[in-house]
């Protein structure tokens, strides 16, 4: 089973967060951007961009800050953070 909980930050206070399941045979690449876009249509976001330094981040510590730098439109709260939390 894979997870990933995805939490939108404001003022050093978590606003809202959700945990997405998957259990198919994917690689964990596909796995990552499926959940991402699945909290984006849960949170009514548009998708972030992955910068290099969020895909450093990611790669290092499977958790990914995504600030106003990676939308295009503004954003309501701070920062959205991914992190996997549990893995195959």
Avoid at 28 to 33: A, D, G, I, P, Q
Avoid at 54 to 62: A, D, G, L, Q, W
């Amino acid at each position: 089973m894979f997870r990933l909980w995805a939490k939108e930050w404001k003022d050093n206070r978590m606003i809202k967060d959700t945990v997405i399941e998957d259990d198919r045979e994917e690689t964990r690449t596909h796995k990552v951007f499926d959940a991402l876009e699945e909290v984006c249509l849960q949170f009514d976001l548009g998708k972030p961009l992955w910068l290099d330094a969020t895909v450093s981040e990611f790669k290092r510590h499977s958790r990914a800050r995504f600030h106003q730098d990676n939308f295009i439109e503004e954003i309501p709260f701070d920062y959205l953070e991914i992190h996997v939390i549990e893995e195959d």
